[in-house]
T-cell receptor
């Protein structure tokens, strides 16, 4: 299996622009997670889905952030409008319900 | 409010010696704990886990110890190797009804050759 795939790997944008991060989970996994990594807060869970349905979005920082999972093989995390404090590495992870979550390589976002 | 804390941002150890990484948690509902390892420009990868019904779990050079009364767990790496140099994240989960992991801020381990 190719593992969790994320795109783009790097994104540089200007403040106020819309940013869309993409994730393809491992085939057969029915849970998908979006995390944000910063130096100060480590890995923070933003939102997770089960069978394409959002289960817990309590970690989404504010209304500028939204996530969708239109089907079992694709999810997006959108930030609109982006701000410099959104600069971080964003990870997607998936699991089949057993305890180990498998992470993608991450998207490094820089908002100028 | 950090429910999972890794108070040492970094640790340096000589090759061949023991590395001990520490993690504290505050939520008594946590019943499953994991360690992930992360290399630069890669996603975290699962290393080892422990259930709250155990106090020790061993996998090769890696051993995780859990002290429930102190709400503390530690990862021991013996012997340490240069390839172990990475950031290590501790995570905790209250598995009943959720698959959420709460991660710590990570400890950067450097193993010196």
């Amino acid at each position: 299996d190719a593992g969790v795939i994320q795109s783009p790997r790097h994104e540089v944008t200007e403040m106020g622009q819309e940013v869309t991060l993409r994730c393809k989970p491992i085939s057969g996994h029915d849970y998908l997670f979006w995390y944000r990594q910063t130096m100060m807060r480590g890995l923070e869970l933003l939102i997770y889905f089960n069978n394409n349905v959002p289960i817990d979005d309590s970690g989404m920082p504010e209304d500028r952030f939204s996530a969708k999972m239109p089907n079992a093989s694709f999810s997006t995390l959108k930030i609109q409008p982006s701000e410099p404090r959104d600069s971080a590495v964003y990870f997607c992870a998936s699991t089949s319900g057993i305890n180990t979550q498998y992470f993608g390589p991450g998207t490094r976002l820089t908002v100028l | 409010d950090q429910q999972v804390k890794q108070n040492s941002p970094s640790l340096s150890v000589q090759e061949g010696r023991i590395s001990i990484l520490n993690c504290d948690y505050t939520n008594s509902m946590f019943d499953y704990f994991l360690w992930y390892k992360k290399y630069p420009a890669e996603g975290p990868t699962f290393l080892i886990s422990i259930s709250s019904i155990k106090d020790k779990n061993e996998d090769g050079r890696f051993t995780v110890f859990l002290n429930k009364s102190a709400k503390h767990l530690s990862l021991h790496i013996v012997p340490s190797q240069p390839g172990d140099s990475a950031v290590y994240f501790c995570a905790a989960s209250a598995r009943v009804g959720t698959y959420k992991y709460i991660f710590g801020t990570g400890t950067r381990l450097k193993v010196l050759a």
